[in-house]
């Protein structure tokens, strides 16, 4: 077939609304019932309602009836409209165990449970077989979080703040944007994982010595992947990628990711930072002359929802400065930041 000007000034127009109202009560109470022990239940009732209207309709190119130049055209950009309507509520709580017995260190173990509200597609939506819109996928499940933390804060000396946390994560339908897999189709939409799980452990301290030396570190340690993902979309090197099934080639939409680190999770995120100060006057106004510096480092991470061997960020460090004066009153410095 010769396609002439079958895409000429060729695009979409999109009409969408999205109402959505949220409402919560909650209650939160700290009991000391035993000397330096406290309790501390939370407990918190949410609802929530949305309501979806998406109309999109294309315009422009070529003007024809033949069958074959249409589905060229629909494989671009084709109609499309839905509605829809969706509420849900949620009991959740937590429950903190706080011990407390010198007022320079604090131990602690929390158990909570929370809930991101249900979900709408209102970006469109990726098509069945038969190129209607996949409405399976025009609600988003919402998303139950329990969560396990335990860790201490303490000032081990005078000028020192040493904090440590270690905790862990499960997210069942864990709601992530993902890319529609269909050719010549650049559309992201919302959808759920089935489960993930984050752990980690927190370690962070400051010391200031007197007033001229501040010091501040932190390092955290992240794992975070999908326990179970079996309807992830294709990663970017595998997009059109077929399989034979009962003697007819298919192309392939969907993978099994489950095992798979999550997007925009590193490993390890450690920073550092100094600052030297010194009395002083400028324009007649008492204060300190400063000057600073921190660093961060940050391990490589996924930038896909579906891991993906091409769109790793590699490793980086960035490194930040000022220079100034500081007063009680004003602050004029210099700085630089990556």
Do not use: M
Not at 69 to 76: E, P
Request: proline share 4%; charged share 20%.
């Amino acid at each position: 077939y010769s396609t002439p000007g079958l895409l000429d000034n060729f695009g979409i127009k999109t009409n969408s609304t999205i109402k959505s109202l949220s409402a919560a009560v909650f209650a939160q109470a700290d009991w000391e019932f035993i000397n330096h022990l406290h309790i501390l239940p939370g407990i918190r009732f949410t609802y929530d309602k949305k309501d979806v209207d998406y109309d999109r309709q294309t315009y422009g190119g070529l003007q024809t009836t033949d069958p074959v130049l249409l589905k060229l055209k629909g494989d671009v950009y084709k109609n499309q409209a839905f509605n829809t309507s969706t509420d849900n509520n949620n009991l959740s709580g937590n429950l903190t165990l706080a011990y407390r017995p010198l007022d320079k260190f604090n131990a602690f173990a929390t158990y909570s449970t929370a809930y991101k509200p249900v979900g709408v597609n209102v970006g469109g939506l990726p098509t069945t077989s038969t190129g209607e819109a996949d409405l399976s996928v025009a609600v988003v499940k919402p998303e139950y979080v329990q969560h396990y933390e335990l860790g201490i804060k303490s000032k081990p000396i005078a000028g020192a703040l040493l904090n440590v946390t270690a905790f862990n994560t499960d997210i069942k339908d864990y709601q992530t944007n993902v890319q529609s897999p269909q050719l010549g189709v650049n559309r992201g939409y919302l959808a759920n994982a089935e489960k993930v799980r984050v752990k980690g452990l927190e370690v962070d301290g400051s010391y200031q010595l007197q007033k001229f030396l501040t010091l501040n570190a932190a390092v955290a340690y992240l794992d975070g992947k999908y326990e179970k993902f079996t309807n992830a979309p294709l990663p970017l090197e595998e997009t059109g990628h077929t399989e034979v099934i009962d003697g007819v080639s298919t192309q392939v939409a969907f993978k099994d990711a489950s095992g798979g680190r999550l997007p925009g999770i590193s490993k390890w995120n450690i920073s550092g930072g100094a600052e030297v100060s010194t009395a002083g006057n400028l324009i007649s106004k008492s204060g300190r002359f400063f000057i600073a510096a921190d660093v961060s480092y940050r391990s490589d991470y996924s930038s896909n929802p579906t891991p993906s061997k091409v769109l790793v960020v590699d490793a980086y460090s960035l490194l930040n400065g000022r220079l100034g004066f500081r007063s009680d009153k004003f602050s004029i410095f210099v700085w630089g930041r990556n």
